[in-house]
């Protein structure tokens, strides 16, 4: 449905999004994750055609932005980062204006009626924008990109500055859109991304860091596990038998507990299976193990581990709109 | 083009701008059309018409300085540019929407008409030339405003560079005093937008006027899609 290919944008010698290439196929929800200023506004506004890329291609339903604008325009509902609002205008004015702006077909009445229902903001169809909350402008920012119900929807972070309620709220609709929409959205929260897509595309520094199914991502990412244990016993005798282990990569001493017991984080080639291997070591040398815990990387590890080149650098320039 | 021009013209009549600019533009108008017309015994509004350019190079800047600018600044340009519709589309919806604004200021001098018509016979061919004069060089200055809107995201920028280059057109023929060098005096003389008017005020309907006007409005319209085209590839 949407098929990105060889993206780059630079603003001057800045290099604001490199060589970005990906899918999304129809009826997925894909999520756009990155710190700020990575490039998902600018990746965003390539794709929906506010501005044209560096080099790269942008094939919406077999269209192309740059070569066909009007129609692959028109399969397009695009949410800004900041919702492009007339606020002197009543929720439903501005509905008919953006109807009529994007030459929808349908009957116009029944489906801005419908649109307003699916956001819920029937009730503020005749106040004044001006007049509402940011959680509504937001809705009503989204009302506009579902007008015409295009098949894509680019919705850049919908959730930023709304109270939790209206963030649950928000997802769940963008999940509900999922069904009918192919949909794009961008984030830098996690769980958020995580709670919502299928998929999600980590984006840092402009470059794709990662590309993966949601449940998939931190494993794929990480190719290592993590077993948490809390043992007794002289922490040095307790790292050396561990180490012994043929798939351990990396034994670190988390922290003490109380005198004598320790917590130790043990990173192990995810291909094996080492639980048992722990126990019998520290059976063999007297240590009783008291807690164990196996699992994944967090998301959150994930995100860190992926774009701390960010942080350590410190050479970006700050976002980029 | 449908849904921007609509949505122009309910933003000046929803706002405070298309009154404020109407009854500036009715009240000049009419303090001429009296000093000159009903004081000074004339049947003839040419002088009401000529002297309403300094008017109108104040009015118009304020039409059109919140045309690009402003959606620049609420980055509502964001819904123009992504939606199915070209950038020429957006253009002339809004420089139409300014200019119908600016037209209905101007049919205020067919009342003006009427009124001199219980008096004696005005010669209705001045009135009405004169009359399209006025709408082609509105439609003149409104598209050089536009394009002023599109160069900033201030309005008030927008609204005072196009006041100022307004005077600098109305005061071309007194700085061409001036210089001495003839091919500038002659390039100055060429583009001096008050002689193309006041051949219109006179009743001279000139091609070469008209089609002067309707050139200047088009370049500047041209322009402006440019500099918008050109901000995406930036």
């Known amino acids: 449905m949407v098929e990105v290919k060889n993206l780059t944008k630079y603003y001057g010698d800045i290099k604001a999004v490199d060589d970005i290439s990906f899918t999304v196929e129809t009826g997925e929800v894909l999520g756009f994750l990155g710190p700020n200023g990575a490039g998902k506004s600018t990746t965003m506004n390539m794709i929906t055609g506010y501005i044209s890329s560096t080099s790269g291609t942008v094939t919406i339903d077999g269209s192309e932005i740059l070569e066909d604008p009007k129609k692959t325009k028109a399969k397009i509902g695009y949410l800004p980062e900041i919702p492009p609002l007339y606020i002197d205008m009543t929720v439903r004015k501005y509905l008919e204006f953006v109807f009529d702006l994007k030459k929808v077909k349908l009957p116009e009445k029944e489906h801005i009626d419908e649109v307003m229902r699916l956001v819920r903001i029937t009730e503020q169809a005749d106040r004044i924008i001006k007049n509402l909350s940011k959680g509504y402008r937001q809705r009503v920012g989204l009302a506009q990109a579902l007008i015409g119900n295009p098949p894509v929807l680019i919705l850049d972070e919908p959730t930023v500055g709304l109270d939790p309620n209206q963030i649950i709220e928000i997802r769940k609709l963008i999940k509900s859109l999922g069904k009918r929409h192919t949909v794009i959205f961008s984030s830098h929260v996690l769980s958020e991304i995580s709670a919502t897509c299928d998929r999600i595309i980590v984006i840092s520094n402009g470059k794709i860091v990662a590309d993966a199914k949601t449940d998939e991502l931190s494993t794929a990412v990480s190719g290592e596990q993590k077993l948490a244990l809390e043992i007794e016993g002289i922490s040095s005798n307790v790292i050396a038998a561990i180490k012994k282990i043929p798939a351990v990569i990396r034994v670190s001493n988390y922290h003490d507990v109380r005198e004598g017991v320790a917590k130790y984080v043990v990173e192990y080639d995810k291909s094996a299976d080492i639980r048992r291997d722990v126990f019998n070591a520290m059976s063999r040398i007297g240590c009783p193990i008291l807690d164990m815990q196996s699992g994944n990387e967090t998301l959150e590890d994930m995100f860190l581990k992926l774009t701390a080149a960010d942080q350590t650098n410190g050479s970006r320039k700050g976002g980029v709109k | ?234």
């Open chain 2, 1 to 234: 083009m449908g849904a921007i021009l609509k949505r122009e013209l309910s933003a000046y009549f929803n706002s405070a701008i298309a009154y404020v600019v109407m009854a500036v533009y009715f009240f000049f108008s009419g303090y001429f059309f009296y000093a000159i017309c009903i004081e000074g015994n004339m049947s003839s509004l040419s002088y009401v018409y000529s002297n309403m350019f300094v008017i109108i190079l104040f009015v118009n800047p304020i039409i059109t300085m919140k045309t690009f600018a402003e959606e620049k600044r609420q980055k509502t340009d964001q819904a123009l540019l992504t939606a199915p519709a070209s950038l020429t589309e957006i253009v002339l919806g809004k420089f139409l929407g300014a200019f119908i604004l600016f037209a209905i200021c101007c049919c205020i001098f067919l009342v003006y008409a009427l009124v001199i018509s219980f008096f004696t016979t005005p010669d209705w061919a001045v009135i009405l030339c004169t009359f399209l004069g006025i709408l082609l060089l509105g439609a003149a200055l409104t598209a050089i405003n536009v394009f002023i809107s599109v160069l900033t995201e201030s309005v008030i920028i927008a609204a005072v560079a196009g006041m100022g280059i307004g005077l600098l057109i109305y005061m071309m023929n007194t700085f061409s005093n001036y210089i001495s060098i003839n091919w500038i005096n002659e390039i100055l003389g060429k583009i001096d937008f008050v002689n193309y008017y006041t051949n219109f005020t006179y009743g001279l309907l000139n091609i070469t006027d008209i089609v002067f006007f309707l050139s200047v409005t088009g370049l500047f319209l041209f322009f402006t899609v440019r500099v918008l085209e050109k901000r995406r590839w930036s």
